[in-house]
Nanobody, 115 residues
């Protein structure tokens, strides 16, 4: 069973930056879409950004201009560069990937933006 492993979360002050990374536990599949979702306390999980195998990206309006998603197709990894972080970005961030009809999720990494 392939697992997605996230890294890079932590505590940062408002206006700061963090970079999240996600890699599969084994390279069995060549993922189609990869992306990041987040879930804040008391709220539903929401899309942050996605990227196709061709490099087409989509962002939530709340992060446009501040976050950048990228991927390495050779390694099947996806990253999220987060700049100008705000307290409302505080959430658990989850990596997501799909291959045909299969969907994979990471365990999540906590991002806390606070002074």
């Amino acid at each position: 069973q392939v697992q997605l492993v996230e890294s890079g979360g932590g505590l940062v002050q408002p206006g700061g930056s963090l970079r999240l990374s996600c890699a599969p536990s084994s390279s069995i599949f060549r993922f189609n879409n990869m992306g990041w979702y987040r879930q804040a306390p008391g709220k539903e999980r929401e899309l942050v950004a996605t990227i196709t195998s061709d490099g087409n990206t989509k962002y939530a309006d709340s992060v446009k201009g501040r976050f950048t998603i990228s991927r390495d197709n050779a390694k099947d990894t996806v990253s999220l560069q987060m700049n100008s972080l705000k307290p409302e970005d505080t959430a658990v961030y989850y990596c997501n990937a799909d291959w045909r009809t299969l969907y994979f999720w990471g365990q999540g990494t906590q991002v806390t933006v606070s002074s």
